[in-house]
């Protein structure tokens, strides 16, 4: 006997069964691919992002991190002639003397003690306890004449200073036109900024600066 109702449900079945592969033919073959790529799309912009803000914040930790080890220092003026020209940039180690102590003979960047916004550079002559002497010409650390072959001349002054504990007797290697300890006295060891370690610009006169230990020479 036929029924009506069996085959109205049969029909419905085949209805959905069709309607379902249809979906799922239409998502196999690409009819709603599009909202996957939109959101792939949107993942890869904010991976993107993520990777600028990154490389940002690194690029930052980078920055502090060597003005934290090191300065920058562009030398004013010619009382470190021969060694230094007016206008050369210098690369200046901060790090230096945590690991190692000041030595005669280095090049070193300090606050001057008269202005401390103004940064000087100089050769160190005179270490903690150095009786420094210049006469005719010559300078003496401890009764022994210095030898000096960076200097641009021989000094045309005089005098003697007895370096205290805790500063440094530094001079211009331009002698005789260099603003340093023979003018305005000793300098406090916390005034360093650092050592000088080679002049970076410009180019053609890229360097590393040499800090011989002074020889002193028996008199």
Known sequence: MYNFEEVMEARLETIKQEELLEEQSAIQGGGVVELPEIVEEKINWGRFALDIIETLVLAVILFLAINAMSARVRVDGFSMRPTL??????????????????????????HFPMNPEEELIKRVIGLPGDYVSVHAGVV????????????SGAPAYSGDWQVAD??????????NNSND???????????????????????????????????????
């Not at 003496?140 to 200097?151: A, C, H, M, W």
């Open 85 to 110: 020209e007016d206008g050369e940039f210098v690369l200046v180690s901060k790090m230096s003397y945590y690991f190692g102590a000041v030595e005669r003979g280095d090049i070193i960047v300090f």
């Open 166 to 175: 805790g500063q440094l007797f530094v001079l211009g290697d331009n002698r």
């Open 140 to 151: 003496s650390v401890n009764g022994q004449v210095l030898n000096e072959p960076y200097i």
């Open 181 to 219: 300890s023979k003018d305005w006295g000793l300098l406090p060891f916390d005034q360093i900024v650092g050592k000088a370690v080679l002049i970076y610009w410009p180019p053609p006169f890229w360097d590393v600066l040499e800090h011989p230990q002074l020889v002193a020479l028996l008199q």
